[in-house]
């Protein structure tokens, strides 16, 4: 029953990934989801698919904050950039040596859905990408700050749980300072 279970999860993550199969998240998780399953290691989907957002979006702060750091208008998105970056690189190396260890693949290229918001934020210029940076981090880290409380409570591998708690003070306050930078921009 093991067998024929772990062949539909396989059949259903190859479909779900053949429909969209340049999406680095998904490709991602299904390596993460082989190798897991090699293993003998069940019942990971949601980490495996956290491990892969959770980089991508760090990847998307990090190139949208270089792109505000020599964009940005506003000396106050260039402050509240240079954070974003020390802090998803961080936050990005902890995850893939945490991956290292949990056997879980990471993408190398930003998901679709982040190259999106990279190309939209990107496409501005002046306070119009001053906004549209400020916005796309309040937006993304209201997203991550969701993730990651789920992750915390209901992750499967005990790393994976306590890499998203640790995570979570850091995400809370890049919110309140987005916030609080939109409020005063606009």
Known sequence: ???????????SMLLQVGCNSNDSIKAATEQ???QLQQAGINNMENDALFAAEAASADMLQLQL?????????????????????QVHQQMLTELQALSADANLVLPQTLGNAHQEVYKEVTSKEGIGFDLAYIRQVKEQHDELLKRYEDMAENGVSMEVKQYASRQLPLIRQHVERAEALENKIE
Not at 1 to 11: A, C, E, P, Q, R
Not at 70 to 85: F, H, I, N, Y
Request: aromatic share 6%.
């Open 1 to 11: 029953m093991k067998k024929y279970l772990s062949v539909i999860l396989g059949f």
């Open 32 to 34: 993460s989801m082989a």
């Open 65 to 85: 904050s270089e792109a505000a750091i020599a964009r940005g208008v506003s000396p106050e998105v260039k402050t509240l950039a240079q954070d974003m970056q």
